[in-house]
């Protein structure tokens, strides 16, 4: 089932994930997927001190939509595992349009705060209505 991750230097990746910090989580992830890592294992992997990226756990979490990757506790441990590339899609087909246009009206994603304009990136009605 691994024979579909792309390695972390393909250019397909940078399709598939367009931020640099979720591309280091995955370089991280794939380089050890064999054995999985914790947290701080992923920000130590990544080159990050203590209080840099806060947000990492947020960032690993947007690789969920695309990647399968599993989670494990051993001891006091949680583990990350990276295992394929997902097969699911997002179905936002379900959301009205009066709700799609009340969330996208502001042009800010209300959970981290990022615009199209300045930040680059497309907003998805699902930050605010999880599937």
Do not use: W
Not at 37 to 52: D, F, K, N, V, Y
Not at 65 to 94: M, P, Q, W
Not at 116 to 129: A, F, W
């Amino acid at each position: 089932m691994q024979n579909n991750l792309p390695t972390p230097d393909a250019e397909e990746l940078e399709d598939l994930i367009p931020y640099t910090t979720e591309r280091g989580i995955y370089r991280a992830l794939y380089e050890n997927r064999d054995k999985g890592l914790t947290m701080a294992q992923i920000r130590s992997e990544m080159g990050l001190q203590a209080g840099e990226q806060e947000q990492l756990g947020r960032r690993l979490r947007s690789l969920y939509e695309k990647f399968v990757i599993k989670g494990s506790r051993s001891g006091n441990d949680y583990r990350y595992k990276l295992i394929a590339r997902s097969e699911r899609t997002l179905n936002t087909a379900s959301i009205s349009k009066r709700i799609r246009a009340e969330v996208l009206r502001d042009q800010r994603c209300v959970q981290c705060g990022r615009t199209p304009s300045e930040d680059h990136v497309k907003l998805h009605v699902d930050h605010k209505i999880p599937q």
